[in-house]
């Protein structure tokens, strides 16, 4: 039986090993592409300087505050956008792929005909994802830290390792909010519009609604800005923050594999 188990795991991470390779390559190559042209930026004040003549809420909505400070610099190119969205769109396309996907094929009628429950099968793809997930950002972790030291970007590694980790677990909520789908309908185009759509959806959020007085007080319903309103490159991270993205990702996850064994699966 732990056999089985473990295999309910297992063949999704194989699935998914070649996707997983090419994820940690090409994030590794952003952050080292990145961060390779730290030096033309260091100590340039005039950098701040033009970025500081722009409206203050266009530098807040892009992340161009203090842009010419090893912080400023990784949130204005990294984190404030472009690391976060893809590892969120890893998380909606390695959990599609495994649940709704493999539904829409067939191929997951395998699996169900063993002596096994549909809430097994779903968690153990879940879980598969998660893990494919966390190596990513743990390659991601290395490639930062290497490339801060190779080109003299200076920044507490601990800052550092929180906003990653911070970053996964966001990519990780809206890979349960597709779980959540797949669990009610096993429809790939469904599972990819609202997981990605929602994800799109709260960067905006947090990133224009600042902008407008009236908008601004809504910008605390977006995961982004519960993930990095707090500044996380440049503070300590409250814990609530940490538990704010992992609770409901539980949750969720937690709909789906009930909501699976409650209906029927479609067949290729």
Known sequence: MNARILE???GPLRAMRRATFWWCLGLAALVTGTISVWPAF???SGISQAMDQLPSGVVQAFGLADFGTPAGFLRGNLYDFFVPLLLAAAAVLFVNGQTAGEEASGR??????QPISRKAVLLGRVVAAVIALAVISVVLLLAQLASDAAFDLRIDSGFVLSTIVLSGLLAALHGSLAAAVAGIRGRPSLVLAIGLGVAFAGCIVASLFPLSSVLAPWRHLSPWDWAFG?????QTTALWRYAALAVPSVILTAIGVFAVARRDISGA
């Open 230 to 234: 707090g500044n996380p490159l440049e």
């Open 108 to 113: 997951i009628e395998l699996y169900l005909a």
């Open 42 to 44: 260091k100590g340039s």
């Open 8 to 10: 309910l795991v297992g």
